[in-house]
């Protein structure tokens, strides 16, 4: 794999991120607002998204093995395949902090189970408010 080939593969990647990035930050508003929120949406972007960030993932784990077996003098020449790393090095907090806090906002709005939540952010909550979790179930079941 060359140069050129690695650049295109962050670079799809890149775009990979930036469309989880807006998904999410679409999400977020929708999540906040006082309006009534629509789930279907936003989960069918997601599903049309994930398949494309696992094959964009495994493409991308070669790219980087080939990155690191050329030399140094190779790899300084390729500014744009460095300026690529950095940004989706920078996107990828943002996106999982995102996520994070749209999770937490469904949770409580009462639209995410508790066993899809992880088990930290479980313990959390039912240490905090040991009957959160069955209200949310009562909430979900009313509804």
Not at 24 to 33: P, Q
Not at 94 to 116: F, W
């Amino acid at each position: 794999m060359n140069t050129l080939e690695i650049a295109a593969e962050l670079r799809t990647h890149h775009e990979v991120c930036r469309e989880f990035l807006a998904l999410f930050s679409d999400e977020n508003v929708a999540l906040r607002s006082a309006q009534t929120w629509d789930s279907a949406g936003f989960a069918d972007k997601r599903k049309r998204l994930l398949p494309q960030l696992e094959s964009v993932l495994i493409r991308l784990r070669s790219c980087r093995e080939q990155w690191s077996q050329m030399n140094a003098g190779e790899r300084a020449r390729c500014g744009e395949i460095n300026q690529l790393l950095r940004d989706v090095q920078n996107l990828l907090p943002r996106i999982l902090q995102l996520d994070r806090e749209n999770q937490q906002e469904m949770l409580r709005r009462g639209v995410v189970p508790a066993t899809q939540v992880a088990a930290v952010a479980q313990t959390a909550v039912a240490s905090q408010r040991p009957h959160f979790v069955a209200g949310l179930y009562q909430r979900h079941q009313a509804a």
